[in-house]
């Protein structure tokens, strides 16, 4: 069995790797690793991801120090997705959460995805550290 | 703000999408999502998706009866990804878990991502059902 990097973005084969607070489940973040970023979290036991954007091998918390260790790995069925269980220095978000995920969408509007107004997202969490202050 | 639908896969325009128990916060599955999957996402509160491979709308549980009824929904950062927080009817993953992350990485062994072993992988969890029985 191998690692199926079947997901092609930006012409780069990724995995989804997903990052989850080792102790209380909660989701942290979602970005995307290439063989060699997965390479390299196995051999630090610290999370490296591939950058779509920056189309280049990312330390995450290489600036603001926000590192993530890995404390176990699980893998999906078809071997392209896995979840990092992890202790997460910091926050996880650039945006100064512990989480990125920390808007929720009123399901209870009728909502326009593509011009998601005040009410249609709550922000749900507290900020953890001033972005301003880290990067 | 708009959802950012940023992954381009197979030439379709893509979000992530991951499943997490409402109750346990388990993460069941991560799979994609174009605008009109997430739109039928919330439109019915029940998880659809975009499958990559099939380049077609997915219901999930349209063949297995297993679907996935939706509780909230969160966004991160920069839009591009979702947590919905659901209530899993059966098991999520075809192979008749309850996750389809229900292998483990052994961490202590010094895996070859492209040649793994027996021992490098553990599945951690029971099958809730046969697959035989369902698919």
Redesign the interface.
């Given at each position: 069995?191998?690692?199926n990097f079947r997901?092609?973005?930006?012409g780069e084969k990724l995995i989804?790797a997903?990052a989850?607070d080792f102790k209380?489940?909660?989701?942290l973040?979602?970005a995307n690793m290439n063989?060699k970023a997965?390479?390299e979290t196995?051999k630090t036991?610290t999370a490296h991801y591939w950058s779509?954007s920056r189309k280049k091998i990312w330390l995450k918390g290489e600036s603001s120090g926000h590192t993530q260790k890995?404390k176990?790995?699980?893998?999906?069925?078809?071997l392209d997705?896995?979840?990092m269980k992890i202790e997460q220095t910091g926050g996880a978000?650039?945006?100064g959460?512990g989480s990125?995920?920390?808007?929720?969408?009123n399901?209870n509007n009728n909502?326009d995805?593509?011009?998601?107004k005040e009410d249609d997202?709550k922000i749900?969490a507290k900020r953890l550290f001033n972005p301003d202050d880290i990067y």
């Amino acid at each position: 069995m191998k690692i199926n990097f079947r997901h092609e973005i930006g012409g780069e084969k990724l995995i989804t790797a997903i990052a989850q607070d080792f102790k209380t489940n909660e989701i942290l973040m979602v970005a995307n690793m290439n063989k060699k970023a997965l390479e390299e979290t196995l051999k630090t036991k610290t999370a490296h991801y591939w950058s779509t954007s920056r189309k280049k091998i990312w330390l995450k918390g290489e600036s603001s120090g926000h590192t993530q260790k890995v404390k176990e790995i699980l893998t999906d069925c078809d071997l392209d997705a896995i979840v990092m269980k992890i202790e997460q220095t910091g926050g996880a978000c650039h945006e100064g959460y512990g989480s990125c995920f920390f808007r929720e969408i009123n399901l209870n509007n009728n909502v326009d995805i593509d011009n998601l107004k005040e009410d249609d997202l709550k922000i749900i969490a507290k900020r953890l550290f001033n972005p301003d202050d880290i990067y």
